[in-house]
């Protein structure tokens, strides 16, 4: 199985700062990177796919990066409603796998 | 609009008991889409549980459940399920079904499953 390991755990920011969330595949994935958004008692929500394509109707602070198995997602000038829990997902194979989850907390 | 609607769970079901989720799905050509099943544990990160093709031939598990749940869907009503057999206290969490595609581009809002004495 592919393991994905996503950093850090939990993150403090201030509304406008720009914040990073990285997540490392075990094994080549290529494109096959998603990442989700989830606030309490919600469920998750699709942002970006094959690490750099932004959901329809997910705004343009929202960017994905790839370099080689590593992944990121930037959100510049954070909102107040960006505070959430973020996780990535591989789907380059079956069983998919998720990262371990990025908590982002207002400061 | 696309819409996914988990039902099956909200009660509380003893370990060794089983259980069928159903999702009920519209706003979308069903048939065309893989599916998933994804669950969440109280206050935990989501797992990724069981997947199965558009046609129903091609059938994916965690191991974690192999043997004990089964994924089917029937295409003539739009609907997913997944059957829980042999359910055990670690089983306890929100279930999501999601629409697989582009990773899983939409989600429905879960049902939750208790497994307890």
């Known amino acids: 199985d592919i393991q994905m390991t996503q950093s850090p755990p939990s993150l403090s920011a201030s509304v406008g700062d720009r914040v990073t969330i990285t997540c490392r595949a075990s094994?080549?994935?290529?494109?096959?990177l998603a990442w989700y958004q989830q606030k309490p008692e919600k469920a998750p929500k699709s942002l970006i796919y094959?690490?750099?394509s932004l959901q329809s109707g997910v705004p343009s602070r929202f960017s994905g990066s790839i370099s080689g198995t590593d992944f990121t997602l930037t959100i510049t000038s954070l909102q107040p409603e960006d505070f959430a829990t973020y996780y990535c997902q591989q789907y380059n194979s079956y069983p998919r796998t998720f990262g371990q989850g990025t908590k982002l907390e207002i400061k | 609009e696309m819409q996914l609607l988990e039902s099956g769970g909200g009660g509380l079901v003893q370990p060794g008991g089983s259980l069928r989720l159903s999702c009920a799905a519209s706003?979308?050509?069903?048939?065309?889409?893989?599916m998933s099943w994804v669950r969440q544990a109280p206050r935990k990160g989501l797992e990724w549980v069981s997947g199965?093709?558009?046609?129903?031939?091609?059938?994916y598990y965690t191991d974690s459940i192999k043997g004990r749940f089964t994924i089917s869907r029937d295409n003539s009503k739009n609907t997913l399920y997944l059957q829980m057999d042999s359910l055990r206290a670690e089983d306890t969490a929100v279930y999501y079904c999601a629409k697989d595609w582009n990773g899983l581009d939409y989600w429905g809002q879960g049902t939750l499953v208790t497994v307890s004495s």
């Open positions: 094994h080549d994935i290529s494109i096959w």
């Open positions: 706003g979308f050509t069903f048939s065309t889409y893989a």
């Open positions: 094959a690490a750099t």
């Open positions: 199965i093709s558009g046609s129903g031939d091609k059938i």
